[in-house]
């Protein structure tokens, strides 16, 4: 079996760690059901894994137990797991994506996170985070879209951002507790398409620089999704498969909060609103779309 898909049934109740083992690493997908309890570590054998939208609501033996994984994709959003997030992701070095959004993970994020060195997409949005971003995140130098929107994480933006992370194209830090300047290591950010340090506490300047940023005069991507491409292992004579997944982000646009996937690569953002900047706005009417 290379692919289990379950999803949109009205499949509940937990599902057990009774010594079960894949025979190999298969793509596993049990999104929209009502399932519950602790994930199992069965499940971590798994390449691809998506548990959205369902009622699980430990982590614990899914990531601790586990010595190795293959997992490019895992998607646990919009579950019940609250508490601290676990400090084992060491073994999980080959994740692109990763979703624990809107659930109730609280405490900080651990350092561990930062052995995600594949990692294309993170997505911790609708959480309970606090504490400064671990500075161990500069490793990320594959990262392209970057959501921690809705916590109560604090401190400055840290500089890797702009440096490390340069192929980042969305950044979204909306809804938190930053403080400090705004870094001009952003200005390095040439690939960014959505940037939004709204509703914090950012102040001084707004860096000159970013009227370098030309991506925002661009009349959008030659394709509507911003899609990502990665390579998954298929049955047991280490054949690969070709798959991909395309991001999705929620912006507040007039007042009112959209979600946008399908013409995503259309999107040209940038809010700072609702912080504590000062001076002048920076002249760079060149990087407005009109």
Partial sequence: ??????????????????????????????????LKGPIPSFLSKAQSLDLS???????DSFLCATTLSYLNYLDLSSNHISGELPDCWEQFGDIVFLDLSNNTFAGNIPSTVGSLSSIETLKLDNNMFVGELPSSLKNYTNLRAFDVEN??????????????????????????????????????????QVLDLSMNTISGNIPKCLSN??????????KLT??????????????????????????????ILSKYKSTLGLVRSIDFSSNKLTGEIPICYDILLT
């Fill in 1 to 34: 079996m290379t692919r289990l898909d379950l999803s949109c049934n009205v499949i509940k109740g937990a599902v057990t760690d009774s010594g079960f083992e894949f025979a190999y690493q298969p793509a596993v997908n049990l999104s929209w059901n009502q």
């Fill in 53 to 59: 939208n369902n009622k699980f609501s430990k982590l």
């Fill in 151 to 192: 916590n109560e994480l604090s401190g400055p933006i840290l500089e890797w951002l702009g440096v490390g992370a340069f192929k980042l194209g969305i950044l979204i830090l909306r809804s938190n507790h930053f403080n400090g300047s705004m870094p001009r290591q952003l200005c390095h950010l040439t690939n960014i």
């Fill in 213 to 222: 940023l030309t991506t925002f005069a661009q009349k959008g991507n030659p």
């Fill in 226 to 255: 911003i899609s990502h491409g990665y390579t998954s292992r298929e049955g047991t004579d280490d054949s690969t498969l070709g798959l991909w997944y395309d991001d999705d982000i929620s912006i507040i646009w007039k007042g």
